[in-house]
């Protein structure tokens, strides 16, 4: 068994939290929560002990909610640490995890020198298996690189164009906006994602841009892949029919905005109501001579919760890619195929 601990517990910790708990081959030790607030009470309901970071403040004193000690009695209790803190602050966390000696998995907020490898499972598992930090890399970065990948292995892709249409705010961020612009974020393209896609597949040309919409599920990738020679629609189909945790929809079945996304994951019965897939809608995928022009949506709180689970089996060096994959895609039920 796996003893992993999880040092934040907001929107990827408490997922990442839920899916290890799901594992056979893995034991939840905690997680360390900053605040003592009602989803510490709620996990705590729910049989997860808590840790509190030292001298954060005295908060939890009093509030009734048992903590089973500090973050570092956690680094000590655990195996692999998966560190879900904010963007930045896994870089301050790191020298806990290596006066610890224990290795961590970082998440895509993080500059990716954090880590020996930016991870996507299907693209590079091999690479992280046996490191001491690895960088799941985000939920833009992990959607793409899943689709460009897939077709990268079959046919060979020469160039990528990406226009990213991003959800402004996850669904608890009231604070956050635009509630009623489309803001050009950047302004000066490329965004950073195409120089972060290419820490997980090197020397793939391609060019993003990116506007952040008043949403708060799923993004939107509208994208044109130049193949090394001529495919036709019905070969793309089918590559993407056979992948991994890409799954394809049809308008046809009334699947037309990321409203219906949303709806996969509350459907299928699924915690948290996620959907873990890549959501590709097939009747948008077009090829003109070498180039392929699709959509896809990418649920941004769930995508990368599978890439977790396997970093976390890839660092503890303890079975293969495809043993850790398909082992993550029974447990959270994930699927690949035509959904509807
Ligand atoms: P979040 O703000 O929802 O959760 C982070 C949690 O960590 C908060 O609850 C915060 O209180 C807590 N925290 C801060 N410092 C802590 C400490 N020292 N010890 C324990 N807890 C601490 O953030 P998030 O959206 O889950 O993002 C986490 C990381 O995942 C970031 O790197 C982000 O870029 C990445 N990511 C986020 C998304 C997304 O859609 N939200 C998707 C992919 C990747």
Redesign the pocket.
């Known amino acids: 068994m796996i003893r992993v601990g999880v ?7 408490s997922r990442v939290a839920d899916a290890v708990r799901l594992q056979p081959d893995m034991d939840l030790v905690g997680v ?4 003592p607030d009602y989803r510490a009470r709620l996990a705590a309901s729910e049989g997860v002990r808590l840790f509190a ?1 030292p001298g954060e403040d005295n908060s939890w004193e009093g509030s009734g909610i048992e903590v089973a000690g500090t ?1 570092e009695d956690l680094i000590g209790e655990s195996d692999v640490i998966v560190d ?4 930045g ?1 896994g870089r301050l ?1 790191r020298p806990y995890y290596e006066r610890g000696g224990r290795p961590a998995v970082f ?4 500059e990716p020198s954090i880590g020996e490898v930016s991870f996507v499972a299907q693209v590079n598992y091999d690479a992280a298996v046996g490191k001491r930090y690895v960088r799941v890399v ?2 833009n970065t992990t959607g793409l690189a899943r689709l460009v990948w897939a077709l990268e292995r079959e046919f060979g892709v020469e160039m990528v164009i990406a226009n990213l249409v991003r959800r402004a705010a ?1 669904p608890h961020e009231f604070k956050k906006g635009p509630i009623d612009a489309t803001v050009l974020d950047p302004v000066s393209v490329p965004s950073h994602h195409a120089a972060d896609l290419r820490e997980v597949i090197p020397g793939l040309r391609v060019f993003t841009s990116a506007v952040k919409v008043p949403v708060t599920h799923a993004h939107v990738h509208m994208m044109g892949l130049r193949l090394a020679s001529e495919v036709g629609k019905e070969d793309v189909i089918d590559v993407l029919l056979r992948e991994r945790r890409i799954t394809l929809v049809s308008s046809r079945h009334g699947f037309s905005s990321t409203s219906d996304v949303f709806r996969i994951g509350r459907m299928l019965g699924r915690g948290r109501g996620d959907v873990y897939e890549n959501v590709v809608w097939a009747d948008s995928i077009s090829s003109d001579g070498r180039w392929i022009f699709l959509a896809q949506a990418i649920h ?2 769930a995508i ?1 919760i599978p890439e977790n689970i396997d970093a976390i089996r890839a660092v503890a060096g303890l079975t293969s890619g495809s043993d850790s994959m398909n082992l993550t895609d029974s447990t959270l039920n994930i699927r690949r195929g035509f959904l509807y």
């Open positions: 040092i934040g517990y907001g929107t990827i910790g360390a929560k900053a605040r970071p973050t879900a803190t904010p963007s602050r966390n998440q895509g907020g993080e985000s939920c996850d941004q709180e990368v």
